[in-house]
């Protein structure tokens, strides 16, 4: 097991198989299960499978709990993810953010997606993140918007959900934007 991401009052670690009831109840829960993509893993069995294949390819793919930390304890908050699209031009997909409704509203999603992003580009060498979020998912789009993510591009009513086609909204980062942050 890596050691975990340390950021300012939490922390991202790899998911374990113990985590995955956990993932699963935030993964359904009604603030959260609307904005999570129709394929994303929900049920337990689906976030086991997830947890198995990251840890036969650690580089190539991620399941991570987010963990608020106090001075004694440490609380399950959310989670992230990613996995390779291209290799040969190290392109990474970044999926499955969720937090415990609890712990929104306290930079901790921003801060957490931050040192995430910090970590596939500079830790694994990945030279592009991206993602995809639901165009009426508007308190993402906003996280994104804010965490440094560049909006390139909307896929007009993609994808049918609820009775309705919905658009789908093109999110990347890059490491020159890494950069130019840091400058
Ligand atoms: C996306 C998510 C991780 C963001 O975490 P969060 O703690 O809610 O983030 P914040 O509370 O900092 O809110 C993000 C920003 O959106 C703003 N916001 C909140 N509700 C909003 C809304 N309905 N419309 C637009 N902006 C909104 C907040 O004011 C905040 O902006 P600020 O940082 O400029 O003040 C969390 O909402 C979540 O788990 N959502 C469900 C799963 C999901 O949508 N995952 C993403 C799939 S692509």
Request: net charge negative; charged share 30%.
């Amino acid at each position: 097991m890596s050691s975990p991401l340390e950021g300012a009052g939490f922390r991202l670690r790899r998911a374990a198989a113990e985590d995955a009831e956990f993932l699963a109840n935030l993964a359904a829960n009604e603030e959260v299960s609307p904005f999570l993509a129709v394929m994303s893993p929900r049920d337990v069995d689906s976030f086991l499978d997830e947890i198995e294949a990251a840890e036969a390819a650690s580089h190539e793919r991620g399941r991570f709990v987010i963990e608020a930390v106090g001075e004694d304890d440490a609380w399950r908050a959310g989670s992230v993810a990613f996995d390779v699209t291209n290799r040969r031009s190290r392109i990474v997909h970044l999926y499955g953010l969720m937090l415990d409704p609890r712990f929104r509203g306290r930079g901790l999603a921003r801060a957490a997606t931050e040192l995430f992003t910090g970590y596939l580009i500079r830790d694994l060498n990945f030279h592009r993140v991206e993602l995809e979020c639901y165009g009426y998912n508007e308190r993402a789009v906003h996280h994104f918007d804010q965490s440094g993510f560049v909006k390139e591009g909307v896929k007009r009513k993609a994808y049918w959900r609820n009775g309705e086609w919905v658009d789908g909204v093109l999110f990347a980062l890059v490491r020159e934007d890494l950069d130019a942050l840091r400058n």
